[in-house]
């Protein structure tokens, strides 16, 4: 597609832990043109291949860098706010990367970066689940677990712009051992990990449920196999997303309790479960929120922009005034 003249567009990246996702996103939150590419541990290959994944887009489109305002970049670490630097990205190890140095310099371009789960919710903001709402709380229940704020329609950054680490929330004392040193930490429980854990732990105690036989035939074990045993009728399915979502509640329930968002979006990869979590977590939610009765508690809904939400929303970071 090639841009009309006179129309504004902007340049979101979503570098994940498997790919980097790339897209021209115009006013609207459309997308109007992307590309992806395999990631890489090496920090040099990966600038390089998103230089050169910037340059493609603007000649595929007909643009040229005088017509993007920034190029915003949505990345899985916390992210120096002056430096722009990665002070530590989990998947790759990367200690105090300077992503936004070696960006500019070889795309000549300035670069906006920022936590993946801000851009997330940025993303649904602008154009998904949570579009004109200014007090969210969104989730990402993914291999660990991302949160980000909005706060009166701004995102939420803190006093050194490192955001929110819901993933390291303490939830059970003496609960499982996470993977920043502490234990019982909410992403060692309601992320799709912790998720998986507790499957096991279900079929090593049942041996007789439809999970056991369904991992005996070659199914993997995931964060699916107790949603999808629980619609076959299996008890001990049932169970293990029970105990999930009681668990998801009471972190949605405490942080209501702190924040009182008026919208709690869940998204990544266990949202993908649908209203079987969206209606459980909603239900067990009143008897972890203080005054439920009196005062109500947060609407829940799933985020509705799945993978694109991280790249729409670092296309628009600096209207987000991260
Ligand atoms: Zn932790």
Same mark, same amino acid.
């Given at each position: ?52 994944? *910037? /340059?493609? @887009?603007?000649?595929? $489109? +007909?643009? &040229?860098?005088?017509? %993007?305002?920034?190029?915003? #970049? ?61 007090? *969210? /709380?969104? @989730?990402?229940?993914? $291999? +660990?677990? &991302?949160?980000?704020? %909005?706060?009166?329609?701004? #995102? ?64 993997? @074990? ?101």
């Amino acid at each position: 597609m090639t841009q009309k003249a006179g129309m504004s567009v902007h340049l979101g990246i979503d570098l994940g832990g498997t790919s980097i996702k790339m897209g021209l996103v115009n006013e609207g939150g459309q997308i109007i043109s992307r590309l992806e590419t395999d990631t890489s541990d090496d920090f040099d290959t990966v600038t390089r291949d998103m230089a050169e994944g *910037v /340059l493609s @887009l603007l000649k595929k $489109t +007909g643009l &040229g860098k005088k017509d %993007l305002p920034y190029i915003g #970049l949505g990345v899985p670490s916390t992210v120096h706010p002056e430096t722009g630097r990665l002070i530590l990205a989990n998947n790759t190890g990367w200690e105090n990367a300077p992503m936004r140095e070696a960006l500019e310099e070889k795309t000549g371009l300035s670069v906006l970066i920022a936590n993946d789960a801000d851009c997330a919710l940025a993303g649904e903001a602008l154009c998904g689940s949570a579009k004109n709402q200014k007090d *969210v /709380l969104m @989730l990402t229940l993914g $291999t +660990g677990v &991302g949160g980000a704020m %909005l706060i009166n329609g701004r #995102l939420f950054s803190g006093c050194d712009g490192m955001g929110m680490e819901v993933g390291h929330l303490p939830l059970i004392a003496g609960g499982p051992k996470c993977t920043c040193g502490a234990s019982g930490c909410v992403e060692t429980l309601v992320s799709a990990t912790g998720l998986v854990l507790l499957t096991k732990e279900a079929i090593h105690e049942n041996p007789d449920s439809l999970m056991h036989k369904k991992i005996k035939s070659g199914i993997p @074990l995931d964060g699916r196999l107790a949603f999808s045993c629980m619609e076959e009728g299996d008890q001990a399915a049932k169970s293990v997303v029970e105990r999930y979502c009681a668990l998801l509640a009471q972190t949605v329930g405490g942080l209501s309790n702190v924040f009182r968002p008026a919208l709690v979006l869940l998204g990544g990869g266990v949202s993908k479960a649908g209203d079987a979590l969206l209606f459980r977590v909603r239900e067990a939610l009143p008897r972890f929120i203080l005054s439920y009765s009196v005062i109500g508690g947060p609407e829940l809904r799933l985020a509705s922009l799945g993978n694109d939400a991280g790249l729409i929303g670092a296309a628009f970071l600096k209207e987000m005034s991260i």
